[in-house]
Structure formats: structure tokens, C-alpha cells
């Protein structure tokens, strides 16, 4: 993860250049930017829903994003700077060594570069203030656009996690397992302060990163600092940390799950200003706020090529004036599609609704926009029935 600065940055020096703009221009995000490598096991889990594929020796591209320094971060700040075609902005500025690199090591797992590119633009490169256009000099268009995505590329070159490791002797096993607190060590080593590492099921698979940031994104200084709250989710000893493409020993009704989407499962509710699930959907398709308990619906989902469907209980789920419902007088369903493991229609992993359901309550999940930005995401279910995760 990286850290921002919430209305000014202090106790660090700023170039001269930079300090008109910056204070013209202040970062709003309250506090840290983060960035993510994610993917340390097999790049076709689909468990990695929320990053990109494996890339250099191991880790993955997955995100550079603002975070409020108390779990939460602004997201789709921009409605009129959603753009559709990162490709072609970055072909236009003439950045095509920046897109070959990004073609190689800044991966979707579904195999969709460019609509994850996109996603992660819309969500997190529209809220930072320094990359609104107002805040360039002699602006062109989506100039902020390549900034981004260069600034966070400059970014995950130097920070080779695989190498940082190595160099403590932790290197991939199948075998050999580690302590949470020699990998921590190994990631402070080169940087002087903390990261934060994520586990699944005792593997480990993501680490985070944290900055300052003195100026603007694209010419201001990234000072590393360290994370705010928790630095590990892993357990404390025999940490894997497994070879690409290697599994770990299977036992009882640990399954792989199915492609997300497919099958039996869940429809999980993420909000996206609190980064967690809130909740799931019922089977007429609202959103509750109870997850896997009565009121949450297991759908099937079906294949339609690189499409897929979904319904409940209560029938075929649609998208009917901008509203999502399953229900039996839908004769045809929608066909949606799958974003780094997100529920897309029309490319577009955003959801809404007008309030966060908490209790008993029940809200409507719109594609049209509303107050709440929602993510909807799958928990499979396995063949014995086990929630597979």
C-alpha cells in the first residue's frame, strides 16, 4: 500500500516547483497511498479477485489507491473521467514501452488487461486531487490518465519483493515454511519501515506497501512510511509462501472453487468506501446485511460464453430500469460480465444503493447512481456444500 497526506504535507521538503502546485492543489486523501502486490500463489486462483496476475518472480501489479489511514478510502470520485480506453490514451501520448511493460506484469485474471486498467483508474486514480485536471498547467486531455499509471509502474519496479526476500533466504517452497515475523523483517530491511503481508489459509499472498507523498503524484516524492493498524493477518508460524502454479496439499473438503460466478454460491456485497463486505443478496436481489445466514441467497450462475447469468430461488436475475431483480417474470436474463472477479455490466463493476442495510432492512442494488458505491463479488459453494473462499 502507499500512504497520502490528508490536507497538507508537513515535516518533509517539497522542491520549489512543486509547492505552488501543491498548494494550489492539495491532496484530499486522508492520509496514506498504498500499493499492492498481490498473487503470490497460482495466477489462476480466482480466490486473487481483487488484483491482477502473477507477475515478475512472483508478485502482481494489483493497485495504487488512497486510503484514509482508518481502513477506508474514497473510490469513483469522478463520474465524467470514467474512461473506456486506456490503451489508446497511453498509445496517444506515445508511452508504448510504459504499455508493453503493463501488457506483461499488470495482468487481469480474467484476462481482460484493459477493462481492469480501466477499473482501476475509475475507482482509484479519479481521487487524488492532483490529478484533477485544474490542477495541470497547459492541461491536454487525460494527460492525468498516463500519470497515474506511470507513477504507479515507476513505483512497483523498485519495489522487487521477490528479491527483498530472497536476500533473507526466504525463497519459494514446498517445504520449507516461514515465521510471520522473518518476512516482515526481510521487508523492512531495504525500506527502514514496515509493510503489511495477507495470508489465505496460511499462504502468503499480498503484501502492501505505504507512502507519504511530498507534492503532486506525478512529480512529488514518495517517502515510505509505516502502515496504520494491523502489519500481518498471517498466522504467526508455518507461513507457506509457494512456488508459482503450486498448490498446497489438499485436505478434507478444501476444493479449488469453480470460476467465479459459476455454479453455486453467494453473491457477496462489498462496500466500496469501507473495503469489506457488508453484506450479500437476497433472492430477489437486494442487499442485506446479514452474510450467509437465512436471508442471503445461493444463485446459480451459468457460462455464456465469456459471459455469464445468474438466478435464485426466485428466478432469473435482470437488470430492468437500471434495477437489479430476480424474479420468475424475467424471461430474459442479463448477461453480465466478470472484472477481476467483480460482477460487471457493460464493463462496469459499480453498483449502488441509497443506503448501507444494516438490521433486518433491505436496499435496492441500482446500476444507475445512487449515494453507495457497491461491489458484488462470489463465495462459492462446494460440492459437499462447504463454502469454498
Not at 486462483?45 to 501489479?61: E, P, T, V
Not at 527483498?164 to 520449507?176: K, M, N, Y
Not at 499480498?206 to 514518495?222: K, L, P
Request: charged share 20%; proline share 4%.
Amino acid at each position: 500500500m502507499i500512504n497520502w497526506p490528508q490536507d497538507e504535507v508537513v515535516d518533509h521538503k517539497i522542491e520549489a516547483a512543486d509547492a505552488l502546485l501543491y498548494y494550489l492543489c492539495p491532496i484530499f486523501a486522508n492520509g496514506q497511498l498504498d500499493e499492492s502486490e498481490a498473487a503470490m500463489l497460482d495466477p489462476n486462483d480466482i480466490r486473487r479477485r481483487k488484483h491482477g496476475n502473477l507477475a515478475r518472480n512472483g508478485s502482481a501489479r494489483g493497485q495504487l489507491q488512497p486510503d484514509n489511514c482508518n481502513g477506508t478510502y474514497s473510490s469513483y470520485c469522478d463520474e465524467s473521467r470514467q474512461y473506456t480506453n486506456i490503451t489508446q490514451i497511453l498509445l496517444s501520448y506515445g508511452r508504448t514501452s510504459l504499455l508493453e511493460y503493463m501488457d506483461t506484469y499488470w495482468k487481469d485474471n480474467g484476462g481482460n488487461d484493459e477493462a481492469f486498467w480501466e477499473h482501476e483508474w475509475g475507482k482509484h486514480g479519479t481521487c487524488y486531487s492532483t490529478l484533477e485536471p485544474s490542477c495541470y498547467v497547459n492541461y491536454t486531455p487525460q494527460e492525468e490518465v498516463v500519470d497515474f499509471f506511470q507513477r504507479t509502474v515507476d513505483l512497483f519496479m523498485h519495489l522487487d519483493t521477490y528479491k527483498f526476500l530472497a536476500d533473507a533466504g526466504i525463497v519459494p517452497s514446498t517445504t520449507q515454511n516461514y515465521t510471520s515475523a522473518e518476512i516482515l523483517a526481510a521487508l523492512n530491511k531495504p525500506r527502514g519501515v514496515n509493510a503489511t503481508i495477507e495470508c489465505y489459509k496460511g499462504q502468503f499472498d499480498e503484501v502492501w506497501y505505504f507512502f507519504d507523498v511530498a507534492g503532486t503524484i506525478a512529480q512529488g516524492a514518495f517517502v515510505a512510511q509505516n502502515p496504520v493498524g494491523s502489519i500481518s493477518d498471517c498466522p504467526a508460524t508455518n507461513v507457506q509462501y509457494l512456488p508459482k502454479n503450486i498448490s498446497s496439499t489438499p485436505v478434507a473438503n478444501d476444493t479449488i472453487p469453480p470460476p467465479s460466478f459459476v455454479g453455486s454460491g453467494y453473491v457477496l456485497v462489498e462496500s466500496a468506501s469501507q473495503r469489506k463486505d457488508v453484506g450479500c443478496l437476497d433472492s430477489v436481489g437486494h442487499f442485506v446485511s446479514s452474510v450467509k445466514n437465512t436471508s442471503c441467497a445461493i444463485f446459480t450462475g451459468k457460462a455464456l460464453g465469456n459471459e455469464i447469468s445468474l438466478a435464485s430461488s426466485k428466478g432469473a436475475c435482470a437488470i430492468h430500469d437500471a434495477t437489479l431483480e430476480c424474479a420468475a417474470s424475467v424471461s430474459t436474463p442479463t448477461s453480465f460480465s466478470v472484472v477481476t472477479g467483480n460482477l460487471a455490466h457493460g464493463n462496469s463493476t459499480r453498483f449502488y444503493s441509497d443506503d448501507i442495510a444494516s438490521g433486518t432492512s433491505s436496499a435496492t442494488v441500482f446500476t444507475s447512481k445512487h449515494s453507495k458505491v457497491l461491489g458484488l463479488t462470489w463465495e462459492a459453494l462446494s460440492a459437499e456444500g462447504f463454502t469454498a473462499r
